[in-house]
């Protein structure tokens, strides 16, 4: 599998004995005894989660991008409802849903629409906010594709808004960031809006 092979090659054995340590320091620190049964192999299953939900700190979400050309194609492409997971990087907790992500290619220059699934997972698998992550998504698409316009929105339930503090679970918070054309044109931004909302 994939993520196995991710594992071995990036992961240092140091590194993951650091998590390891670290888990059960936290556990003995909440007061359980992390030598229990239950709990004996839970250090090495998290740092071994980790190491998955966190690769993405060693990518650059724009290196998933692959650039092909086809004939001038000006319409917008959209890709609807990318599930993703990410971790919140003031708690450490997940939050979670959907990226849609839209541009208006320049001059015929494309990319294969799971590249863009890509992106949004390499922007995901790190310690993370919803509103750099869409800049992040857009940035990487304006980088390599240069393109005349892009449309990045997330919508995401939050983990730590859900159990822990005001505990309002199901509120999802959407972020958008808008660029080029579908920024500064009316007709434009309302059209890709209106793809996305559809
Ligand atoms: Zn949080």
Known sequence: M????????????????????AIREILLAIGENPDRTGLLLTPSRVARMYTEIFSGTKQDPKDEITITYTENHDEIILVRDISFY????????????QAHVAYLPRNGVITGL????????????????????????????????????????????????????????????????????????????????SLIRK
């Open 86 to 97: 990410s971790m919140c990087e003031h708690h450490l907790i997940p939050f979670f849903g």
């Open 114 to 193: 799971s590249k863009l699934a890509r992106v949004v997972e390499a922007a995901a698998r790190r310690p993370q906010l919803q509103e750099r992550m869409t800049t992040q998504i857009a940035n990487a698409i304006i980088e390599k594709l240069n393109p005349v316009g892009v449309a990045v929105v997330l919508e995401a339930e939050h983990m730590c808004m859900s159990m822990r503090g005001i505990k309002k679970a199901g509120s999802r918070t959407i972020t958008s960031v808008l660029k080029g054309i579908f920024e500064t044109n009316q007709a434009s931004r309302a059209e890709v809006l």
């Open 2 to 21: 994939t993520i196995t092979k991710e594992l071995s090659n990036n992961t240092k054995v140091e590194d993951k004995n650091k998590i390891e340590n």
